[in-house]
Nanobody, 128 residues
Framework: QVQLVESGGGLVQAENSLRLSCAAS????????MGWFRQAPGKEREFVAA????????KYIDSLKDRFTISRDNAKNTVFLQMNGLKPEDTAVYYC?????????????????????WGQGTQVTVSS
């Protein structure tokens, strides 16, 4: 079992930055692929980014890769999402998720149903 707790959300003005954190329980954090998703009101949950077990590999949705950066600290059981140049359309609840990794860590990495563990979400609101 893995428990995930997100933090770092809030209300910011457009063009500002936020750094989300997701703290994981357990001693096997480094065996999990970690992902960030977001869900805006009335919309489906959307893949944002994912990172491989070691942190060497990263995958982003194309529309966000120039502004968002995913990273992880396996010694602290934490994954981060640095968000720069925020826009009102980035307003959403942001969730971190975990799934056991393997040599093909990219397989279905953007599919929410492939993740076994989810945090409760943190609200990000960007004002214009």
């Amino acid at each position: 079992q893995v428990q995930l707790v997100e933090s770092g959300g809030g209300l910011v003005q457009a063009e500002n930055s936020l750094r989300l954190s997701c703290a994981a329980s357990g001693r096997t954090f480094a065996t999990y692929v970690m992902g960030w998703f977001r869900q805006a009101p009335g919309k489906e949950r959307e893949f944002v980014a994912a990172i491989s077990m070691s942190g060497a590999g990263r995958k982003y949705i194309d529309s966000l890769k120039d502004r968002f950066t995913i990273s992880r600290d396996n010694a602290k059981n934490t994954v981060f999402l640095q968000m720069n140049g925020l826009k009102p359309e980035d307003t959403a609840v942001y969730y971190c998720a975990a799934k056991l990794g393997n040599s093909d860590w990219l397989y279905r990495v953007s599919v929410p149903e492939s993740y076994a563990y989810w945090g409760q979400g943190t609200q990000v609101t960007v004002s214009s």
